[in-house]
């Protein structure tokens, strides 16, 4: 079982940036590959990175490549999301997920735990 808290969340003006965590309980937290997805109003929940279980190998959705990194700290049971360039268009919940598999899958279904989400509003 792992349980998932994000934070780091907030309102800022485009341009701006921000660092999203996701503290995880348990002391397995090396096993689980780990995602962040997002969902804006009206919108399906997108994938926005994931990351190995070691961290060697990272994905991202292209909207976000080269304004958003992904990294973990295994150490501290904890994976981040560095947002830089924020734009109105990345307004969103965003959540943490976990999954058993080797690598961060892009489809949601395929993670086992997830956190209650933390809100990120740009304005324009």
Do not use: H
């Amino acid at each position: 079982q792992v349980q998932l808290v994000e934070s780091g969340g907030g309102l800022l003006q485009t341009g701006g940036s921000l660092r999203l965590s996701c503290a995880a309980s348990g002391r397995t937290f090396s096993s689980y590959s780990m995602g962040w997805f997002r969902q804006a109003p009206g919108k399906e929940r997108e994938f926005v990175a994931g990351i190995t279980r070691s961290g060697a190998v990272k994905d991202y959705v292209d909207s976000v490549k080269d304004r958003f990194t992904i990294s973990r700290d295994n150490s501290k049971n904890t994976v981040y999301l560095q947002m830089n360039s924020l734009k109105p268009e990345d307004t969103a919940v965003y959540y943490c997920a976990a999954t058993s598999g080797i690598y961060p899958p892009r489809f949601s279904r395929n993670y086992d735990y997830w956190g209650q989400g933390t809100q990120v509003t740009v304005s324009s």
